[in-house]
């Protein structure tokens, strides 16, 4: 099993048990430690491919402004 593997089954692993560890775990450490293990990712598999890392820069700035857009979804906005 590569190193690549690893760390991304760590990552699902720190996802799953903040998703159901509910008051146990507080959400701080959940998202401190899946950002460090991103950015371990990211630095391990950099991509090589400009149109990738352009596709994933345009994706990056694009998302956090959608989804301020999705609350105006009447009912089921403010959930998403």
């Given at each position: 099993m590569s190193?690549?593997?690893?760390?991304?089954?760590?990552?699902?692993?720190v996802a799953v048990i903040g998703a159901f560890a509910g008051e146990s775990i507080d959400a701080q450490y959940v998202a401190l430690a899946l950002l460090g293990l991103g950015l371990v990712a990211g630095f391990m598999s950099p991509s090589s491919d400009m149109g990738?890392?352009?596709?994933?820069l345009l994706i990056a700035v694009a998302l956090p402004s959608v989804a301020n857009q999705l609350d105006a979804i009447p009912a089921v906005g403010s959930y998403l």
């Open positions: 190193s690549e593997n690893i760390i991304i089954a760590l990552i699902v692993a990738e890392r352009t596709g994933m």
